[in-house]
């Protein structure tokens, strides 16, 4: 079975100041999925990047990069300038592939706080 | 981008009644949905697999007598909490899929649902 760990509970970072949350993934499959969710205090869950793992190069979207190493069964999440709205709790997660029909494993999750 | 609704936002319930929470795909056609149960300052916990019409698929350990799963067409899934006790107290979320797209690997989720069970 596949699992997700992440291993910072809390983190704290000054307001426009860089941040990278951390998470590892144990799994048997040569291809699949990762996703960093965001979920703020409504709860509604947000997507922040995604990396499909045959694909070398590390996805980035605007402020949200990540450090894939596949071989090492890492995913980080890097924050740049961090923003008051990027206060949340961040999920790591992970899917096989196979045309979406499974649903996600989730990490137990890291809350960020941002500090003004 | 894809919208997923849930009703009710927040439900109370007596012990031994059953609740119904409704997830709506409102501007695609989802042949899969997915529940999760979310308790407080935790992660989310993948329940079941919801096929439209056929029979879903739930995880180990998730009593499938107890967490009734519909999904009679492809824009709506039913999750049907039975005979609720106080430890069903917990967040439910559903997510859906839009196969076919250039978003296949994505899912997009519902705002949650909370349960309470007195």
């Known amino acids: 079975a596949q699992t997700v760990t992440q291993s910072q509970p809390e983190m704290s970072v000054q307001e426009a100041e860089t941040v990278t949350l951390s998470c590892t993934y144990d799994t048997s499959e040569s291809d699949y999925y990762l996703f960093w969710y965001k979920q703020p205090p409504s709860r509604q869950m947000i997507l922040v990047i995604r990396?499909?793992?045959?694909?070398?190069q590390n996805a980035t979207e605007n402020r949200f990069s990540v450090n894939f190493q596949k071989a090492a069964k890492s995913f980080s999440l890097k924050i740049s300038d961090s923003q008051l709205g990027d206060a949340a709790m961040y999920f790591c997660?992970?899917?096989?592939?196979?045309?979406?029909?499974?649903?996600?494993?989730f990490g137990k999750g890291t809350h960020l706080i941002i500090q003004p | 981008g894809a919208v997923v609704s849930q009703h009710p936002s927040w439900v109370i319930c007596k012990s031994g009644t059953s609740v119904k929470i409704e997830c709506r795909s409102l501007d695609f056609q989802a042949t899969t949905m997915f529940w999760y149960r979310q308790f407080p300052k935790q992660s989310l916990m993948l329940m079941a697999t919801s096929n439209e019409g056929s029979k879903a698929t739930y995880e180990q350990g998730v009593e499938k007598d107890k967490f009734l799963i519909n999904h009679a067409s492809l824009t709506l899934s039913t999750l049907t909490v039975t005979s609720a006790h106080p430890e069903d107290s917990s967040f439910y979320i559903c997510?859906?899929?839009?196969?076919?797209?250039?978003?296949?690997?994505?899912?997009?989720f519902g705002p949650g649902t909370r349960l309470t069970v007195l």
């Open positions: 990396q499909e793992a045959y694909k070398q």
């Open positions: 997510s859906a899929r839009e196969p076919g797209t250039s978003v296949d690997n994505e899912q997009f």
């Open positions: 997660a992970y899917r096989r592939p196979g045309g979406g029909a499974d649903g996600l494993t």
